[in-house]
C-alpha cells in the first residue's frame, strides 16, 4: 500500500518519503522502533521474533531471529550496538552489524530495556511469574553490577554513562520518579509524568494539575525552580537536551489547545491544537517536533504533523496506514514510521535552520570527514606537537589528541589557551572548558599554578566541573617541568570550586604517559570518528609480562569495534623484530575494496597493536603473518610491516 502524502511533487521545505521497507506478513505487530542519531541507521523488532536493521533508503542491511517475542529492543544514539529483551528473559547485546557480543537469561519476561548513548551500560526490568518486578544494571560485557525490586515501570531513562538513571514507577498511591546511581536511589519525587534532560541537569514533573521543573545539581535532592497550574491533564511530557524547552501534551479529546511549549525559565512559549491520540517526537534540541495520529479518522488513516521549535506548522501529511511507532533521528533530518500493514516508512524532514551541534554532524555526512586520523612519527621542524585531553561525545571519557602549534617560549600556557578554545569541529569529540573562558597559568618551583576565572566557579553539573578539572591536570602533566598542579580562583586560594563543591585544595600529582608505565592503546569510538585510548595496564586487573598477555587484552577490547576479532596462531620474539602470526580470520579486517570505514577501522587496529607492543617492549619492528607465511593486504590499507619509534602523537588533529 503505498502512502498517501500531499505535495510530494514538491522539492525544497517538503517532507519526501526516502525508503519504504515491506514486510511479508501484513498482520505483523512492531515492538520497537528505533532511528540512530545520524539517521544512517533503522532498527524495529517485531512478532516475527525477529530484529531488523535497515539503511535510510529502507533497504534491509540484516536480520536476526530470536527464541521469544523481542519486545524491547533500543538502538545507542550512535548507531553501534543494540540491546534486545525478549518475553523469556532474555537479553541479548549486538554489535551494528548484527552479531552477538553477549546474551544473558533472566528469570520473567523483559518488559523494557535501556541503553546509555555509547552503548556501555544498560537497564533491564523484568517482571517474573509471580508479578513481581525487578531491575538489573549491567556494563558492555553483560556482567551485572546490581539489581533491585521496583513495581511496574512507566518510563526507564539511561541518560549517562556513568551508571545513572531515572524511571517512573507506578505504585498503589501514585506515581514516582526516582533517581538511581549503582542501584542505589538518590532521591524521589511524585510524578504523574516526568522527563529528565538529555544532559541529566533538569527535569520536569507533572502532579495534581501542576507543572514542576527541577535543576539537578550533581546527587542531591533536585532544586525547584518554578511551578504553574495547568488547566488540561498532562498525557505527555519531553525536555530537550538541555532543558531549554519543555513540551507538554495532552492526548485526551478537546476543544482547546493541548500541546504547550514552556520555556526553562517557566514562561509559556506558545500553545497549539494538534490530532488526539497522537504519538509525540521532538529532535534533539527541539528544532523539530513530530505528532503523528490516526485517531481523527474512521480509517486507517493517518495525520503527520511537523512543527518547528516556535510552534509554526512546516509540513501536514495523511498517510494511507495506520501509524502505530514513530522515531526521529537526534538531529530531526530522518523521520521512521512504522504501519499497521507491516510496512516502516522513511521520510526526509523538512529543511531547518539546526544549531551548531546538528550543522557540524550533517557536514560530516556530506563531506566525508576522515574517520580516524593514523599515529604520527614526524612533525615539521618549526612546529610543536601539544596533547590536549576533551570530552567523547558524551561526556563519558577523555580522548588525549595532538595539536601541532607554532613553537613557543610559553608552552604551557599556550596548551592550556588551545584546550579552552576547545576540539576541531567535525571532531567527534566536546570541549570541556567553556568558549573563551580566561585561563592563566605561571610555573613556580615545578608547581604549575592554573588561576580559574570566577564565572567558572558558579558552574554546576558534575561531569562539567570534573571535565574541566581532570582535562587541565591531564594537559599540564605532558610537561617534564611540571612535577603538580595547583588551583586558584581569581589569583586566591580555594579549598572548593563549582557549585557542587569539587575539592581543590592541595597540590594535584602531575599524571603523565611515563614511558616506565605498562600502557594499552586501546580502539575507542566517539561519534562518527575513532580514536586510541591510552590506558595502564593495571588499571585492567592484571598483571601482564609477555607480548601475548597484552595482545589478548588488546583483542578483548577491541572486539567491540571490529566485523570479526582475528585469532594469534603464533609470536615469535625475536632480538629487534616481533613476528605476529594470524590465522584466516585476520583477513576479513582487509576486505578488498573495503568502505572508508572498514580501512579506517583497520588501521585503527593496526596502530593498537604497533603502540601497545612497541611502548612496552624493546623491539621495534613488527611483521604480520597470516598461517605462517608473510602476507600483504590488498591496496589501500597500512603496511604489513609496522616500524616503532619515539617520539609518536596519537590522534593527530
Known sequence: MEPVVTSLENTGGDMLLRGRFSVVNPEMKIYALAVSSSGRDILFSSDARSVNMLDDQGRLKWE???????????????????AVGTDRGKVYFLHKDGRTIWEKSFTGAVEQIALAPGGNFLAVSIKDESGAYKLYGLDQWGTLFWERETGPLLKLNLLSEDNKLYYLENNQDG??????????????EKASMADVSGDGESAVIYNGNVLYFYSLEGETSPLLMWSCSL?????????????????????????????????????????????????????????????????????????????????????????????????LSSDGNILALAGNEGNIFILDMPAAAFSQETEAAGDAAEHGKELYRPVAFTKSGEELYITLYF???????????????????????????????????????????????????TLQEGIALIDLPEELNRLGGSSQITGIIDSLV??????????????????????????????????????????????????????????????????????????????????????????????????????EEIILDWNSSFKKLFPPEGSPEEKALAALFLDSVLLTLGSNFQQ???????????????????SPVLEFRYPFYINPE
Open 64 to 82: 536476526v531471529v530470536f527464541e521469544g517475542l523481542p519486545v524491547a529492543a533500543e538502538l545507542a544514539s550512535n548507531g553501534y550496538y543494540i
Open 175 to 188: 506515581n514516582t520518579l526516582v533517581a538511581l546511581k549503582n542501584g542505589e536511589i538518590l532521591w524521589e
Open 231 to 327: 488547566s488540561t491533564e498532562i498525557s505527555l511530557l519531553e525536555l530537550t537536551e538541555k532543558g531549554e524547552h519543555i513540551l507538554a501534551y495532552s492526548a485526551f479529546p478537546g476543544v482547546g489547545s493541548n500541546l504547550f511549549a514552556f520555556h526553562k525559565e517557566g514562561f509559556l512559549l506558545w500553545e497549539k491544537k494538534i490530532p488526539s491520540g497522537s504519538l509525540l517526537q521532538t529532535s534533539r534540541f527541539g528544532e523539530r517536533i513530530v505528532a503523528s495520529s490516526w485517531q481523527e479518522y474512521s480509517e486507517d488513516f493517518s495525520r503527520v504533523l511537523v512543527l518547528d521549535k516556535n510552534g509554526d506548522t512546516l509540513q501536514e501529511i495523511e498517510m494511507a496506514s495506520r501509524i502505530e511507532k514513530i522515531s
Open 391 to 441: 570530552y567523547d561525545a558524551y561526556a563519558m571519557r577523555l580522548v588525549p589528541v595532538s595539536r601541532s602549534v607554532k613553537s613557543t617560549a610559553q608552552v604551557l600556557q599556550a596548551a592550556v589557551s588551545e584546550l579552552v578554545k576547545g576540539p576541531r569541529r567535525l571532531s567527534g569529540l566536546s570541549r570541556t572548558i567553556p568558549k573563551d573562558a580566561s585561563i592563566k597559568v
Open 474 to 575: 591531564l594537559t599540564a602533566s605532558q610537561f617534564p617541568s611540571v612535577e603538580g598542579i595547583r588551583f586558584l580562583v581569581e589569583g586566591k586560594e580555594a579549598r572548593v570550586f563549582g557549585a557542587e563543591g569539587f575539592i581543590i585544595d592541595g597540590v594535584f600529582p602531575s599524571r603523565p604517559l611515563a614511558k616506565s608505565k605498562t600502557m594499552l592503546y586501546l580502539p575507542y569510538r566517539s561519534g562518527d570518528r575513532y580514536f586510541l585510548l591510552p590506558r595502564e595496564a593495571v588499571q585492567l586487573g592484571s598483571k601482564f609480562n609477555t607480548p601475548d598477555d597484552l595482545l589478548k587484552i588488546l583483542l578483548a577490547e577491541s572486539r567491540r569495534f571490529l566485523p570479526a576479532v582475528p585469532e594469534l596462531n603464533d609470536i615469535k620474539v625475536k632480538q
Open 620 to 638: 621495534s619492528r613488527f611483521i604480520l603473518y597470516v598461517e605462517g607465511e608473510p602476507w600483504k593486504p590488498p591496496f589501500g590499507y597500512p
